[in-house]
């Protein structure tokens, strides 16, 4: 047992999401149990992971959880490994918001982006018709972001892209959207800063600079394209040229990338294929499904496109996850490592309050928010 790893998820304690700081002892090795110091609370070993308060072991989870992830049928796991349907289910639910929150955590931080891809998947529900929205970095073929509504509007695109927006520096941006106009007005509405003036009011808000939009439509005569138009909808044609050379693709913009994914994820959600006898009854288990199979695929499933010339004469290429790209990790994961990953929840933040603050509380921020 090693203090160092969990962190006290007590919302009332100030060393909230923080580990390493010595904090926490061992209070139960035989239940593995720990004590923080500052909340005077216990907190068991696998706070903040997919394992919290699950008794089944941890090989068994495992396996069903990478046969879910690669398409298998809930049915299957029933009759393969004699559980209920519903455990089944319980552990696709947990595994999705295990893989929700990993990505939260670890991918939508601030980085450069260069160039992004979206696209939309038309889902059929059972009784209706759903939407899924991707988007991806193109370089590293990083999956950013997802979001999964009823309808193909703009309530469907700005969750969307306000998650990219986490994830993405305010530098010089390159995204190739499909022909959907309303993905164009809320990538201009979402990447905005509002602009201080000292004045009252609400600020005024100013777009980021440096960023181009270049639409990709398609045209198709009942099954296959035949025209492929491509509009610079922001920036100017040159600034646009110039990045498209730069940019993956052989200077073209293209949507080859996401539709590689969607491909990906319509191959391993079951309830996205074509003709298919297993649709979803509700956009809870299609969201689910998005974040483990997302997950999946950045984190331990290695990319051709992705691999590295060999160093020396006689020696094997490199192979890279798109989490390995992108600087997140530096191996290839496996399912166990993305299920008991302890995902920390957000730090204290100091009470507001009136008049000065106390020595007590002075001195908690001073050591915990410094």
């Known amino acids: 047992m090693d203090p160092a790893t969990p962190c006290c998820p ?10 390493g700081q010595g904090h926490l002892r061992i209070h139960a090795c035989q239940d593995h149990r720990f004590r923080c110091t500052e909340g005077h609370q216990t907190l068991s070993a696998t706070t903040g992971t997919a394992w919290y ?9 495992s396996l069903v959880v990478t046969r879910l992830a690669h398409g298998c049928p809930r049915q299957a796991i029933v009759v393969a490994f004699g559980c209920d349907a519903r455990t089944g289910a319980a552990w696709w639910a947990r595994a999705g918001r295990q893989g929700q929150a990993v990505q939260e955590h670890l991918v939508e931080h601030p980085r450069d982006v260069g160039q992004g ?28 972001a997802g979001e999964v509504r009823a309808h193909r509007a703009l309530p469907l695109m700005r969750p969307r892209l306000g998650r990219v927006r986490r994830g993405a520096m305010p530098r010089p941006l390159l995204v190739c959207p499909d022909g959907l106009s309303s993905s164009v007005r809320a990538m201009r509405e979402t990447c905005r800063d509002p602009l201080p003036t000292g004045a009252q009011g609400r600020p005024r808000l100013r777009p980021w600079r440096h960023i181009d939009l270049a639409q990709v439509v398609k045209r198709d005569a009942q099954r296959p394209v035949v025209d492929v138009e491509r509009r610079s909808m922001d920036g100017t044609p040159a600034r646009v040229e110039t990045r498209r050379r730069r940019s993956p693709g052989h200077g073209v913009s293209t949507t080859a990338d996401i539709e590689r994914l969607t491909a990906t994820v319509r191959e391993r959600l079951a309830s996205l294929t074509r003709r298919g006898r297993a649709l979803a009854r509700h956009t809870l288990t299609l969201r689910q499904g998005m974040e483990l199979i997302g997950s999946v695929d950045h984190c331990w499933t290695y990319h051709a496109s992705l691999r590295l010339a060999a160093s020396a004469a006689g020696m094997p290429c490199l192979k890279r996850t798109p989490a390995m790209a992108a600087g997140i990790t530096d191996h290839c994961w496996i399912v166990q490592e993305l299920l008991s990953f302890p995902v920390p929840p957000p730090r204290w933040v100091p009470p507001k309050q009136r008049g000065r603050p106390s020595r007590a509380l002075k001195r908690l921020i001073e050591r915990w928010c410094s």
Not at 10 to 19: D, F, H, I, S, V
């Open 117 to 144: 891809a979206a696209e939309e998947i038309r889902v059929k529900t059972q009784g209706g018709i759903g939407w899924m929205a991707l988007a991806m970095m193109v370089k590293t073929r990083l999956w950013l």
């Open 10 to 19: 007590n919302l009332a304690c100030p060393a909230r999401g923080q580990t």
């Open 53 to 61: 308060r699950r008794r089944p072991s941890a090989e068994t989870v």
